[in-house]
């Protein structure tokens, strides 16, 4: 085995350039978790049918992470072990964002669930990679945190414009200031201008109906950034050393790591529940509260707050013990959920799902970025006592785990089907509607605070993981002895 460890600070301009790279890859998001209401409320296809293809489509990522990982690790080509993957991955990607979210002549579940595959196919192949690479361009302590950090501010920043734009879009508070643009575009001279300004001048859509051109919005912004941000990317982050092999890595190095499964027991628990409220609070806020208009601007203040608390996560994850930073900010998420629970409903109480928002923004992107520093931590492990590391397919394992509570978001959508709700009737009687409460609140709520607490029996701490870098430097060729 080889070992380099990087001993140069990153610049804040390389950080920046590989936190950019998640940019394309998360924007396309939250479109994804509207498509179901869209597709099922505003042009009518079955719920069923289209939770099943999600949940198909979400089962199939779970197993092209965990290929796509072990291919990462394994295959190295003259541009790197990780960079083709993440360009083409990411190119790839655009166009699949288009067939999943952009439904044309035709759309059908069937024309939706290959766009599924498609999607979920290349979004792994990029961000597989993508955070392995992170891991790797610096093994020093501080420099992994303000990685994570960057990674987690770019997250927030690209899902906030992913509701913030299309809310200027499809608001009709707003359609003075779009009229505006739109005549400014006609009179430019602009290429496509004319296209532009008549797509601005069509009237607001309000509630569910308006989700649609949410998506073409997201769709629009995704492919004129996208390649923006891989240029950057290849131009300014270098390849990293921070740990490689010339021994072949088994697919299953990951789960033969006890320290590292014990983590992924209370992480999937938490998963399950931060991706059930996420699925079905779409459905909670146009049927509990009677307020779907209210979605956007609920989930623009969620993530301006976890935006501004970067600073603040920045601070606890140089301070604190990763796995702290992650039980924090689950228990928080159970505090916002726990609002929504033992609230008023109904329209005129719609100021409480604005609370509940404030609240779920405050953990910012902790539970989705943390985790994979202590994969990459358990990886290094692995590599201590074993001598292989297998460091993508943990990260791998971190990302299927995500995947394992999107499918278990496509499950309750389904389950919320059969059980009887129904989007596309005005109203849905009380005895219906329970069951939103039941898997979008109750559910969530006892499954995260399970979780944090097995969370925070992990064993590597930091004192712990400087122990197995020193170890790992001298099991290196060509190291002193001891």
Not at 277 to 306: C, K, N
Not at 444 to 453: F, S, T
């Amino acid at each position: 085995m080889e070992q380099g460890t990087a001993t140069k600070r990153l610049t804040k301009t390389q950080v920046f350039a590989y936190a950019i790279g998640v940019w394309p890859l998360t924007l396309p998001a939250s479109s994804l978790t509207l498509s179901t209401t869209y597709y099922s409320a505003a042009l009518g296809l079955p719920l069923a049918t289209l939770a099943l293809a999600l949940t198909l489509g979400r089962l199939y990522d779970m197993l092209a992470d965990v290929v796509l990982g072990y291919l990462s690790d394994n295959l190295t080509t003259r541009w790197g072990r990780r960079r083709p993957w993440i360009v083409i991955g990411t190119c790839l990607f655009v166009p699949a964002v288009w067939l999943t979210l952009v439904p044309g002549p035709g759309f059908s579940p069937s024309v939706y669930a290959i766009g599924l595959f498609l999607y979920f196919t290349t979004w792994t192949a990029a961000i597989v990679p993508l955070i392995a690479h992170g891991t790797e361009i610096s093994s020093d302590f501080v420099d992994r945190g303000r990685i994570s950090v960057w990674n987690g501010a770019v997250g927030v920043v690209a899902i906030l414009v992913s509701f913030a734009i299309p809310y200027l879009v499809v608001d009709h508070v707003t359609f003075g200031l779009r009229a505006g643009i739109g005549d400014w575009l006609a009179a430019s001279g602009i290429p496509g201008g004319a296209h532009l300004s008549a797509w601005l001048h069509t009237p607001a859509v309000s509630g569910i109906a308006g989700y649609g051109r949410v998506m073409l919005t997201v769709a629009i912004i995704t492919t004129l950034t996208a390649p923006l941000c891989v240029l950057l990317y290849v131009w300014k982050v270098p390849e990293g050393t921070a740990m490689t092999t010339r021994i072949r890595q088994p697919v299953t190095i990951a789960i033969r790591n006890p320290v590292f499964l014990r983590f992924c027991l209370g992480y999937l628990l938490i998963m399950i529940g931060y991706f059930g409220r996420f699925g079905l609070m779409a459905f909670i806020v146009a049927f509990l509260f009677g307020s779907p208009d209210l979605l956007l601007p609920m989930y623009i203040l969620m993530f301006a707050t976890a935006w501004l608390v970067t600073p603040l996560w920045s601070f606890l994850i140089r301070r604190l013990e990763r796995h702290w930073c992650v039980a924090l900010a689950a228990a928080i998420e159970v505090i916002a959920i726990a609002t929504l629970i033992v609230g008023p409903r109904g329209p005129e109480h719609a100021w409480l799902v604005f609370v509940a928002a404030f609240l779920m923004g405050l953990p910012g992107q902790t539970l989705v970025t943390v985790p994979f520093l202590i994969a990459a931590e358990c990886a290094e492990y692995s590599a201590w006592r074993t001598g292989r590391e297998g460091r993508a397919v943990h990260i791998s394992l971190i990302s299927l785990i995500m995947k394992l509570g999107g499918v278990a978001a496509a499950v309750q959508i389904g389950a919320a089907s059969l059980l009887g709700f129904n989007p596309a009737a005005h109203p849905n009687p009380r005895d219906v509607t329970w069951i939103l409460e039941l898997l979008g609140l109750y559910a969530p709520v006892a499954l995260m605070a399970a979780g944090a607490a097995i969370t925070l029996t992990h064993p590597l701490n930091r004192r712990r993981t400087d122990i197995i870098q020193r170890g790992l430097a001298r099991q290196a060729p060509g190291s002193p002895p001891a």
